[in-house]
């Protein structure tokens, strides 16, 4: 994800090479370029204004003006704007003081959502956590099952509906879970809730009832990297629908554009706190916008 970005950058780049001044018909190419690649990799438009005006006003400015290398301070600078529209600082989950942490998952149909809750746990029994996966997805025909096979896979317990735990009820097994976790001693919880193939006002009331029954301490926003400018809606919607504090995204080991993945921070205001890159359940991790930027900037 983000080739076609980045050699587009680069060949912007490679045009002030050389140059000891940037003169105002430099700048205005190079911002011309940088908005044309970031719009073409799909990045949403209220985002590629800002991030173009940010870089023109840098770039005449001072700290380019001085700079030995005009050409290498602009890269700074677009680095920078690149952090900034990512979400600045890594997020780090944040623990409740009373155990156990509860964290909540939301999102579409096929996001990724189940396969990143396994993910998830493992990332936190190998951090020396001990967490528990409730299976309240109960719209998904299987979504139970493969959380049960995933979380067996990462070696972690999965809490799911059976007579007497709610089926049917996703509000009453989430509720369940919770409760689970508190007598059995896991100090996190993970509520994979369900999503349908678009946004819908019964899932997205289905996940505010469930949000109010187990009042999460973190509630993450799945979304696939791959679907392009819907993921912007779509985190709208959830935002506007149940309210979230951070984004996961799914799917970067994809090679589609990825632009619009990287306007959702931008646009809702909350950070993206992990990636998921492959089918295994360790291709994932924090979300480090820094890192990500060198990446693109390579
Ligand atoms: P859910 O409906 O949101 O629970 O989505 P799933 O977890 O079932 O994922 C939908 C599909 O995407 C499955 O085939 C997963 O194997 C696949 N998938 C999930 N995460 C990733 C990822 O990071 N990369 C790739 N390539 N596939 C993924």
Redesign the pocket.
Known sequence: MFATLSDRLADTFKNLRGKGRLSEADIDATAREIRIALLEADVALPVVKVFVAAVKDRARSEEVSAALNPAQQVVKIVNDELVTILGGETRRLRFAKNPPTVIMLA??????????AAKLALWLKEQGNSPLLVAA?LQ?PN?VG?LQVNGERAGVKVFAPEPGNGVGDPVAVARAGVEEARRTLHDVVIV?TA?RLGVDAEMMQQAADIRDAVSPDEILF?VDAMVGQDAVNTAQAFLDGVGYDGVVL?????DARGGAALSIASITGRPVMFA????KLT?FDLFHPDRMASRILD
């Open positions: 999102g579409l149909q096929g996001s990724g959502k189940t396969t990143l997805d998904r979504a493969q994979d999503g799945v799914t799917k970067l080991d994809g998921s890159a492959g089918e291709d």
